[in-house]
């Protein structure tokens, strides 16, 4: 039986292994050490932020962050409602109140139209907006053009979710860098991983400071552990940031193995009726996951029986996010929803992507995809 082909597998070789030992064997096996400053001053530089601190995943990160935007109770966070369920945990563990707005067709990303009627009806009635939390759905980076203007108009901070964005960019500037605050995922899935692992990164050095603080446990510059407010324990380790170092020296040709792999994905359907990339021609997308959205009518075929068809072949896909608004722990949530993304993910497909995909897993995949369409 051949090996399963997973959606997006780590990516980890003999440079990883190499750093992550000469971190263990520098003593430094704690939450604090050279490679956790390393890898901060490395990642906000090649993001183009000032300032950068490593937490221990990408949702404690975004937790922090719209912390430190102000968002708590009595506020109002705006979330995409495609999105992965961290996004809109983060602003519930705040205590502020996520709303959910539906998305663009072609992108899965956040709507302006949509965000800016919504804008408008939370400030006619009065109610307090901590921020708005765009995502940079599967490495394509939202549409900021529209999205700033319109959040800096009325003074809402932007916090951008780049957990699944690292090295995309838009009119060549760097996914994380668009908002207050950008926030980076590790998680073994993601581009570059530490095993787990997150990074808020900003120009406001008070913005990271206070981030810092509160993710040791919000513990006072004195011996005596004095405390004034509750903290978190959200510190990554230095041997995870040795791993991603390593893994951020490699992050060029990581990206590079996935966008080639998009492109030969959309070779393979090109010429398939009814099918397309979300995201289709976004020069910065960094190709994090390959998305297929499929109209039934066109194509004679649901997303769903590729997927089957796939799966009984041992080859991971997955739907897109199903829409915050349709899960049962945010049932009772308010939003301004209009149908997209519940569309996307009835008909979309996330195809196996992972950098460390080798010819002999890509021509399994393609040869099992040439076999599915040729039997429709
Ligand atoms: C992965 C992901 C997160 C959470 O990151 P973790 O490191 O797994 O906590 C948050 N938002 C989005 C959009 C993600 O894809």
Avoid at 303 to 327: C, F, N
């Amino acid at each position: 039986m051949p090996v399963r082909i997973h959606l997006s597998s780590p990516d980890v070789g003999e440079l990883e292994e190499s750093y992550l030992i000469r971190a263990l064997r520098s003593g430094w096996a704690a939450p604090a050490g050279p490679d956790l400053d390393a890898f901060e001053r490395e990642l906000a530089d090649r993001v183009g932020t000032r300032h950068a601190v490593a937490v221990s995943s990408g949702t404690a990160a975004l937790h922090l962050a719209l912390l430190a935007v102000g968002a708590g109770p009595g506020t109002r966070v705006v979330v995409p409602t495609l999105t992965f369920v961290a996004t809109a945990n983060a602003v519930v563990y705040t205590g502020a109140e996520p709303i959910f707005v539906d998305c663009e067709p072609e992108t899965g990303n956040l709507d302006p139209e949509l965000l800016a009627e919504l804008l408008r009806r939370l400030r006619a009635d009065g109610e307090q907006v901590a921020a708005v939390l765009p995502v940079d759905m599967f490495g394509v980076c939202a549409n900021y053009d529209a999205l700033l203007p319109l959040c800096a108009a009325v003074g809402v901070p932007v916090v951008e979710d780049a957990a699944e964005a690292l090295g995309a960019a838009r009119h060549g500037r760097p996914a994380g860098s668009f908002g207050r605050a950008g926030v980076f995922s590790f998680n073994g899935n993601k581009i570059i991983t530490t095993s787990g692992g997150g990074m808020i990164v900003s120009d406001d050095e008070a913005l990271v400071a206070r981030c810092r603080h509160l993710a040791a446990q919000a513990r006072q510059p004195v011996a005596h552990y004095e405390h004034t407010e509750v903290g978190y324990n959200y510190r990554l380790s230095n041997l995870l940031a040795a791993l991603g170092r390593a893994q951020l020296h490699r992050l060029d040709e990581l990206l590079g193995r996935r966008r080639q792999l998009r492109e030969r994905y959309a070779k393979l359907f090109a010429t398939t009726p009814g099918v397309r990339l979300l995201g289709e021609g976004d020069a910065g997308a960094n190709c994090w996951l390959t998305c297929l959205v499929v109209d039934p009518a066109r194509a004679g075929w649901h997303a769903g029986e590729l997927a089957a068809h796939l799966a009984e072949r041992d080859i991971e896909t997955r739907p897109l996010w199903k829409p915050m608004h349709l899960q049962p722990v945010f049932a009772r949530a308010r939003g301004l929803v209009t149908g997209t993304a519940e569309h996307l993910y009835r008909t979309g497909l996330a195809l196996p992507s992972g950098s460390n995909m080798d010819e002999t897993r890509i021509s399994r995949v393609h040869l099992a995809v040439a076999e599915f369409l040729a039997g429709r």
